[in-house]
């Protein structure tokens, strides 16, 4: 299983745009890269996930660099709903995943 | 809006009672996930399933936990006996595979 890595904790001002980078040095070449939001008291829930390059939906960008060893998580203008641990995850198809430590974000007023 | 439910979501017991746990996964879903999530240890894989048989319950200890798919639209976690150091909230998921899993509610278990 591919290890990841990825700060412990994070804090914004609410609008700015937060980036979080997640180390995966030793991701294999049929890994994908996803990322998952979980709020307190809820399970997580899936927000993105991309192989290579870029990927964007209505609530994230996902960066990938050619070589492929690390990403970043990016959410434009952050308000306080966006308050949550954000796992980055590799691996994909049928081999199993798991869930590291994560990154608690904290947006501030 | 198809989501994964699970039931209870609050259980309290005691010490060495048996504690079952129900989840109804997503329908035309083929692989579902039970996790335990504390503070400490954060969020574990338990053991998984595909087409409804077992692949991988190396997570859990093996002499008190058991999961189970009776059919397609049911998993179960079952501890006997449980012990206050199971005291978690337990996740079960859905999938078409393992990268986009969508999560239930959890079932938050009190051992006194």
């Known amino acids: 299983l591919a290890k990841t890595t990825q700060p412990i904790s994070m804090d914004s001002y609410e609008g700015q745009e937060v980036n979080i980078t997640c180390s995966h040095n030793n991701i294999a070449t049929n890994d994908y890269i996803t990322w998952y939001q979980q709020f307190p008291s809820q399970g997580p829930r899936f927000i993105i996930q991309?192989?290579?390059t870029k990927v964007t939906n209505e609530v994230a960008s996902l960066f990938i660099p050619a070589d492929r060893k690390s990403s970043t998580l990016s959410l434009p203008r952050v308000s306080l709903s966006d308050t949550a641990v954000y796992y980055c995850l590799v691996g994909g198809g049928y081999q199993k995943v798991t869930f590291g430590t994560g990154t608690k974000l904290q947006v501030i007023p | 809006d198809a989501r994964v439910t699970q039931t209870p979501r609050d259980k309290v017991t005691e010490m060495g009672q048996e504690v079952t746990m129900r989840c109804q996964p997503i329908l035309g879903h083929n692989t579902v996930f039970w996790y335990r999530q504390t503070m400490m240890q954060g969020l574990e894989l338990l053991a998984y399933?595909?087409?409804?048989?077992?692949?991988?319950d190396s997570g859990m200890p093996k002499d008190r936990f058991s999961a189970e798919m009776p059919d397609a639209t049911l998993a179960t976690l079952k501890i006997q006996p449980s012990e206050p150091r199971d005291s978690a909230v337990y996740f079960c998921a859905s999938g078409l595979d393992y990268v986009e899993q969508f999560f239930g509610p959890g079932t938050r278990l009190t051992v006194l």
């Open positions: 991309g192989y290579k």
């Open positions: 399933f595909r087409n409804r048989a077992p692949l991988d």
